[in-house]
């Protein structure tokens, strides 16, 4: 199955180097090129790419605020954000995840770190390392956002006591492989259990799910 891939950056030479290489994975293909994020929602309603690697800083509507009105629209839920920018820090990280990216990752990254990246956010996985996880979950997403108010307890009613245990720890920056070690489990049992949690709580991938996770007080930093 072809990945199909929409570049939004403001600086056509990267827009067409990360073409370039992009196509000339076997298992992708660019469906469309935006200079700004009003382009990039407009092209994402009429493509419906399965990623998006959005630069941040664009001209008008800027790379966080498309990526807020795609990740909000009904018709795109199967699309994944990838934010690709030179500016990585744990703010933009915070405000990326808050709107809905999947993933995040700076321009420094080598070919095979792009492909796999994208790669990734199509299987509907957090792009975060582990490390990167526990930073940013105890520096921003723990803390009061007025933009995005605590989620009710309520909403883990749901969950299984075992889905718990799996969405804490994945919030805690635990990779799959890592759960199983600890809970002496098959990888493949880790990943049953967290993709339930997820659409228990119409979380969009991982990344969203861990963000639902302190904002409910499941994992607390």
Request: with cysteine; net charge negative.
């Amino acid at each position: 199955m072809t990945i199909r891939v929409l570049l939004a950056d403001d600086q056509a030479l990267l827009r067409q180097t990360f073409s370039i290489l992009i196509n000339a994975a076997p298992d992708m293909a660019v469906v469309g090129e935006a200079a700004d994020g009003a382009q990039a929602i407009s092209l994402a309603r009429e493509q419906r790419p399965d990623v998006i690697v959005m630069d941040i800083r664009m001209p008008g509507t800027d790379g966080l605020t498309a990526t807020k009105t795609i990740c909000a629209d009904p018709d795109l839920a199967d699309t994944r954000i990838l934010i690709l920018t030179t500016f990585q820090t744990e703010q933009y990280v915070a405000r990326a995840l808050r709107a809905g990216a999947s993933g995040f990752l700076g321009k420094t990254a080598t070919t095979d770190q792009l492909l796999d990246a994208i790669r990734t956010v199509a299987d509907g996985e957090s792009l975060l390392s582990p490390q990167a996880t526990r930073l940013l979950i105890t520096r921003y997403l723990a803390s009061t956002d007025p933009q995005s108010p605590p989620q009710s307890e309520d909403a883990l009613t749901e969950l299984t006591a075992r889905e718990r245990e799996m969405a804490a720890l994945a919030a805690q920056g635990l990779s799959n492989d890592e759960i199983a070690a600890k809970l002496v489990l098959s990888t493949h049992t880790v990943r049953t259990h967290i993709q339930r949690a997820m659409t228990k709580l119409h979380a969009r991938d991982r990344a969203q799910l861990v963000v639902i996770a302190y904002q409910t007080g499941l994992a607390r930093p």
